[in-house]
């Protein structure tokens, strides 16, 4: 007979102090020692990932003046960022409801973009805003987040199961969403994303808990699953999450930095409460056996090689160590210019912005920067080629720190299941 349990005899048991909760780290590693609980001794496991997640938007609603200054407003620019007038036209209110697109790019700055925003507002910045309005004028103003009266964050795609490592086989460097710089040819870096076996969509196949109206944390904000995100399939499933971004820590979200201008990453963690045998099977999925296809960094319909999630986090850093007695202070700082998430400037590194995504040790001119970020063995065209893990878009510590986070406030009954 199936061993099953509901989802209410798990609430009792939390509320009694009895459930068995792990975190996907704490379950994945308790698997590689050999150790691992059976279904009768785990009740939930924390699922998270964090990476770039290109679906992001917000939508806003803010006072730029005094009503009857205005009519409405048709063009909107947050910090120079485009951010689209509506739907709601608000007539002479003086205000504007937006709705900002993570991945807009500031008319001043390319590398600025919607992600860099959303987290400065977060922090409480001074925001420049300008409207062009329906009938020619141009209001101009300042403002911060108290001014902000409504913001809500929607992913229309959000927690990828499955994703793509690149390399570029030309001769000519490539510019790309998928890297941080041009990516240079002749195999010379692989860039990729995803979280492997603690993502929680990996966990759940297919979809036996985490549906449409699931509880989650998205950046730490209490949040739903508003269904399946855009170009969801069964074989690459996403989500559509939703949650109050006032709620949420600018530590989980902000913008990235790549080639093709700014984007902006999210972190996202979901429990995963153990009902049956089949969830339980699930959950003892492994890097090892998640494939991570390599393709041409001029399209992801062009595949070179296959590797796995091992190969990509095994036994690699999730943070560089910064020598400050290696640095030459370059009058050009290379790694000031590239680093995704302006984590490094003025000679010091600042670990709250840190993504660990490798670009620092990678290209430091006088190697200041320790972080050990791997290399995959593949066979490209016949051939056996070692290329260096460059760069990374997903940031295992922040779905770590946000599964914890979870499990923290699970076990505190701050969040019901």
């Not at 005899?9 to 059976?38: H, M, V």
């Not at 490592?165 to 995803?194: D, H, M, Q, Y």
């Not at 001029?298 to 943070?319: I, S």
Request: proline share 5%; charged share 25%.
């Amino acid at each position: 007979m199936t061993k099953q349990r509901t989802i209410s005899e798990i609430n009792q048991k939390i509320e009694n102090g009895e459930a068995s909760i792990y975190t996907a780290e704490e379950f994945k590693n308790l698997i590689r020692n050999g150790d691992a609980p059976d279904f009768e001794e785990v009740d939930v496991v924390t699922c998270g990932t964090c990476g770039v997640m290109s679906g992001t938007a917000a939508i806003l609603n803010f006072i730029v003046s005094e009503p009857g200054v205005f009519i409405r407003a048709s063009e909107v620019y947050m910090n120079g960022v485009p951010a689209y007038a509506g739907p709601c036209p608000n007539e002479w209110l003086g205000s504007v409801d937006v709705i900002l697109h993570g991945t807009a790019h500031s008319i001043y700055d390319e590398s600025y973009g919607g992600g860099f925003l959303l987290k400065d507002i977060l922090e409480g910045k001074s925001i420049d805003v300008r409207v062009e309005t329906a009938e020619g004028k141009t209001i101009e103003s300042t403002i911060t987040k108290e001014d902000i009266t409504r913001s809500q964050i929607i992913g229309a795609r959000m927690a990828f199961k499955n994703y793509t490592a690149f390399t570029n086989p030309s001769s000519e460097p490539v510019k790309s969403i998928f890297a941080a710089i041009p990516l240079e040819g002749n195999l010379s870096g692989l860039t990729f994303s995803g979280c492997g076996d603690l993502n929680p969509l990996q966990n759940d196949i297919p979809h036996n808990v985490i549906r449409q109206g699931s509880k989650v944390l998205l950046n730490g904000a209490v949040g739903y699953v508003l269904g399946d995100g855009t170009r969801s399939s069964a074989e690459k499933p996403n989500l559509m999450l939703t949650a109050d971004m006032f709620n949420m820590d600018p530590y989980y979200l902000g913008g990235f930095k790549t080639s093709q201008g700014g984007e902006v990453y999210d972190s996202v963690a979901i429990p995963i409460p153990v009902l049956n045998e089949e969830i339980y099977e699930n959950l003892l999925v492994s890097d090892e056996e998640i494939d991570l296809p390599v393709a041409d960094i001029r399209g992801r319909h062009l595949p070179l090689a296959n590797t796995d999630y091992a190969k990509m986090w095994t036994g690699h850093d999730l943070r560089p160590r910064f020598a400050s007695e290696e640095c030459s202070e370059c009058e050009s700082c290379i790694v000031e210019e590239i680093c995704p998430t302006n984590a490094f400037k003025n000679q010091r590194l600042n670990l709250t912005y840190c993504f660990g995504c490798g670009m620092c040790s990678a290209h430091c001119r006088h190697d200041a920067f320790d972080m050990n970020t791997g290399s995959v063995s593949l066979k490209i065209d016949d051939q056996d080629v070692e290329i260096p893990i460059i760069l990374r878009q997903s940031d295992r510590l922040r779905a770590n720190k946000l599964s914890l986070k979870l499990k923290k406030m699970i076990e505190n009954r701050d969040f019901i299941l």
